[in-house]
């Protein structure tokens, strides 16, 4: 079973930055794409980014699309998605989830889910 540990959410003013990290108990094929989704209050679960371990392929929302990057470090099995110039419409629990073979941008096409972690963006 793998397991996913979202780490690196908390408080930042608008304008500001936070970096996340998504660990993997172990980098198999079920997880070869790895993506970052994330969830408001009332509002359902949204796609952020992709990646995949093979190939490094990346994709974004077009909300985070030229402010956040995806990014892997494979030596520790690790997921990152650094968040630049964050805004009022980026708070929400964010979850990191994996899934076999290419990336998706829905949700029901991911097998693994962390716990997720909390983003706040003070005005």
């Known amino acids: 079973q793998v397991q996913l540990v979202e780490s690196g959410g908390g408080l930042v003013q608008a304008g500001g930055s936070l970096r996340l990290s998504c660990a993997t108990s172990?980098?198999?094929?079920?997880?070869?794409?790895m993506a970052w989704f994330r969830q408001a209050p009332g509002k359902g679960r949204e796609f952020v980014a992709a990646i995949t371990w093979m190939g490094g392929s990346k994709a974004y929302a077009d909300s985070v699309k030229g402010r956040f990057i995806i990014s892997r470090e494979n030596a520790k099995n690790t997921i990152t998605l650094q968040m630049n110039s964050l805004n009022p419409e980026d708070p929400a629990v964010y979850y990191c989830?994996?899934?076999?073979?290419?990336?998706?941008?829905?949700?029901?096409?991911?097998?693994?889910w962390g716990a997720g972690t909390q983003v706040t963006v003070s005005s």
């Open positions: 989830a994996g899934r076999r073979g290419g990336y998706s941008v829905y949700v029901a096409e991911y097998n693994y």
């Open positions: 172990r980098r198999t094929f079920d997880t070869n794409a």
